[in-house]
């Protein structure tokens, strides 16, 4: 009698190891951070959900929703990152350091995954909201994304609020890249656009848009991109059943921090698509978590994430905050 021995990826068998990661680097820890990880935890109850922050900012952290906290002081840097630090010509004064940081936080996530030997890690941004257990799509991201995956808002800049990385060797590229153009001031948006332009086989776009839509519509700034070029934004779409956020469905929901710009509710960065041709709902799921939905001609996704870019995340929480 003959025997054979199948090969089943470890997701199916209930071992595929995954975890949600944040990252803040800063003195404080704004109080939206602690939003966006009750949110994460409401969808995820088993993921291993992790903080990477400075340890003056955990001093009064206040989560009851079963975070694992780790201090950036206590991580070993990596060699990219010392070499960024060493060259980084990015401004650490301007809005409290926000764009040097925003690029850092990567060279942190990378230092966290070497230390931990972490695979299949999801980061999100501090101002995103989930929707979604990321358990739910594993399957996909283990058969489609070998490597990173985020969302871009257009061809030449990404928005990373939705992060996957599947190994080290992935974010280690990403890293070196980081060092090589970190004397050029550019931001983690532009980086990693450019990263995507160089490296395809290193990073994928996330579906973000339904494909019907760029049938219809040319988005201002792609147009002079063909067709194919822009469903890159649509891949694999069907095989989630849903859409990832970059920033404009959350900007175009509550604007953009002040902070920043004047920019209020309704406000459309008409970069891939115009938000404001969907249709919009919160449907309770099974559990009662309000959820958002879009919709365009038939067809309707759920939103997997909202990137809250005024901060504002207590208005768009599936259940009213504090949990």
């Not at 070499?83 to 409290?96: M, V």
């Not at 030997?117 to 980061?123: I, K, L, M």
């Not at 115009?274 to 799921?285: L, Q, T, V």
Request: aromatic content about 18%; charged content about 25%.
């Amino acid at each position: 009698m003959w025997l054979f021995l199948l090969w089943v990826p470890s997701f199916l068998l209930g071992e595929f190891p995954y975890s949600i990661v944040f990252v803040h680097i800063g003195k404080t820890l704004p109080r939206h951070v602690e939003i966006a990880l009750d949110q994460a935890r409401l969808f995820n109850p088993e993921c291993p959900i992790i903080l990477v922050a400075n340890e003056n900012a955990l001093t009064d952290f206040s989560s009851f929703s079963n975070i694992t906290l780790v201090t950036c002081e206590s991580l070993p840097l990596t060699k990219e990152h010392e070499e960024f630090l060493k060259r980084t010509k990015l401004n650490d004064q301007y809005l409290n350091g926000f764009w040097r940081y925003g690029t850092e936080r990567f060279l942190y996530l990378y230092d966290y995954m070497a230390a931990f030997g972490a695979e299949n890690v999801f980061h999100i941004e501090n101002d995103v909201l989930l929707y979604v257990d990321v358990g739910e799509f594993a399957p996909i991201f283990y058969e489609n994304y070998p490597t990173i995956a985020t969302t871009f808002e257009t061809d030449f800049r990404c928005i990373p609020g939705f992060f996957f990385v599947a190994n080290g060797k992935a974010l280690q590229k990403l890293a070196q890249y980081f060092v090589q153009k970190c004397t050029k001031g550019l931001t983690d948006m532009h980086v990693i656009a450019q990263f995507w332009k160089e490296h395809k086989e290193n990073i994928d776009c996330l579906p973000m848009i339904m494909e019907s839509y760029l049938y219809e519509n040319t988005p201002k700034s792609f147009e002079n991109s063909l067709l194919k070029k822009k469903l890159r934004h649509a891949k694999h779409i069907e095989k989630f059943g849903s859409i990832f956020d970059g920033a404009a469905i959350g900007v175009y929901f509550d604007g953009l921090d002040p902070a920043k710009a004047d920019y209020p509710p309704g406000y459309i960065m008409k970069d891939l698509f115009d938000p404001s041709f969907f249709i919009y709902e919160w449907i309770p799921d099974e559990k009662g978590r309000r959820v958002p939905y879009a919709s365009y001609g038939t067809k309707k996704f759920k939103i997997n994430n909202l990137h809250i870019a005024s901060k504002r995340l207590e208005l768009f929480t599936s259940k009213e905050w504090p949990f």
